[in-house]
């Protein structure tokens, strides 16, 4: 009932052209599990590629700073493929130990705060409309 | 039901003590109602702060990333107050328009993978681990 | 396209048998609007009025524990109407401030170790097994 | 630490004519883990299949539809078991390889807009109200 | 420090050319909230409304059920202006008061399951791999 | 990618401080995985450790109700080690088996409730406020 990761010899020409853009863009010759699966749907694969391509290229945020953000979220949301896949790429893109440390006890503490808000029902400050 | 806010008149002097440190640590006058309404608990008044003091200090990540983090996990956990007092601070600490429109399109992108990859059960690479 | 609450006067008899079991059970002459809401599909009310008459009665676990079992999950999942409706109960229940405080903190702290521990991805212990 | 399946020889009464009535409702002389387990506490399995067995049941909804739904959100609160069982029950309802890459596009997209509605705090519409 | 809706008489033609496309796709006049405040962001308005457009058009699945996994995802997630949008989307294409009720019952039944399985840690079955 | 444990031989006289602290406050000579994975960040072990031995501690919630609120919201998040160490936790607190049934059950009741209450938009009762 699993879904097998589609090779690239394998694989429809429309899927071979995603799949060759994201090794072009990413400069290396590997493509992960995630979009070996989506390939079963080749219009998810292309869409989102597509969309991942262009939010997570340099604008007025950094790539490392993007992917830290993609991190914090994975880690939030407690999806462990995420987090094993944007960890590499954070890492690849420059994150250390003493900024993972960090990262992760930012995103600690905004769950835990973000629960104390709700429990304690705070009303949203004036100054914050 | 509601929780109000313990204003500094009313406040005891332990809490006005964490309100001190809090106004001087971020060169203000002035307390937003999260801590005004932690003020209930002065353990956890104190607690919560001294934890916020030590994680969003400058370190290996700066000041502004810390903020987008927080401002992330905030919004992908859907804690309205949060986002507004977070947004707040992100502003404060160098947070452009384009900046935030950037931040969310990687926490909304971060959000679907996250599901396309539970959904499909993606296997995690050897390479990531 | 809000739901509007059936008062007990416009019910048919089938809802009003589940408002008068919930008044005699809570020994009360009041019904919240969660239940006139759900009155709009009664088959609905009825089970979950019984599904929650069955697990909230006393058991091997206390009234107040359930209700504060309650509000943590509430709080966590962020569900204002729930956070008010069960905080009124617990207090019903016999929830003083120094509880509610101690609650709130053990569900902030929870929500935080929940992340660190996805994010290190850390392997559960043998002996937990 | 982890909950064993109870086995149908092993089971109590009360427990075995729940796995009957399963078994007989879905046509089937096999039990999943989930109800096996649920059977350690035998008012919940009882409570839970009949809750399920009367919400699951053909109305104005078709049983594929319903399995969709409850797909989708297995997915989108990442839960690996139910994504897996509730998989193979909509296959057997009828769902095929372009209808799951269909579901898995709209529980991603949904789970994007969530957050970029939170994080821009869009009002409601007076339309939608 | 809450986004205004940018209007169509305010906005640029390439936020323009969107609105015209949303409204010619969805045989209307009107634009709801949710694109003019993303509007701030021109190519996350462009981006997700093709995504949208896409994902919701007719495939294997019929308008009508691609809105009720939509709805039901937001719901699971508690996006208040994303469950009052897609109500009203939903009713659009031609859910009925039975099709609610009945939609609300899976969501709430699955959430709980999802939860009895992450308690008892339910290992998955042979026959679901 | 993944955080080995760091063991009590190999760690710094920092992270020890806290190794004995826990072992000596929970009267074991035993260190689960959790804080051997966060002392690769000394700062966050002993900020995380020094909280949760304050709010675990005995107040006006006994250790056992504590334990139980804390296990409550780690299923209610699906996350799998915490639900593996705090089941342990709360058996040496004095849980039984009955007593996590009945948890499990209001964990899971509380999970649909508050989708219930989001879908049917309901509206806060006066009463609560």
Redesign the interface.
């Known amino acids: 009932?699993?879904?097998k990761?589609v090779e690239y010899v394998d694989a429809s020409p429309e899927v071979r052209a995603v799949y060759d853009d994201i090794m072009q863009t990413r400069k290396t010759d590997?493509i992960?599990?995630?979009w070996k699966?989506?390939a079963?749907?080749p219009?998810?694969l292309k869409?989102?590629w597509e969309?991942?391509k262009?939010?997570?290229a340099p604008?007025?945020?950094d790539p490392l700073?993007?992917e830290?953000?993609?991190?914090?979220?994975?880690?939030?949301?407690?999806?462990?493929?995420?987090?094993?896949?944007h960890?590499?790429a954070s890492?690849k893109a420059g994150m250390?130990?003493?900024?993972f440390?960090?990262?992760?006890?930012?995103?600690?503490?905004?769950?835990?705060?973000?629960?104390?808000?709700?429990?304690?029902?705070?009303?949203?400050?004036k100054?914050?409309?």
């Open positions: 009932m699993a879904w990761p590997w992960n599990n995630f699966v989506l079963h749907d219009a998810t869409r989102t969309s991942i262009q939010i997570m604008g007025a945020l700073t993007k830290l953000i993609y991190l914090a979220v994975s880690v939030s949301n407690q999806c462990n493929y995420c987090i094993a896949s960890t590499a890492r250390t130990d003493e900024m440390g960090e990262l992760m006890a930012v995103v600690g503490m905004a769950n835990e705060t973000n629960r104390l808000v709700s429990g304690y029902r705070v009303e949203i400050d100054a914050f409309e």
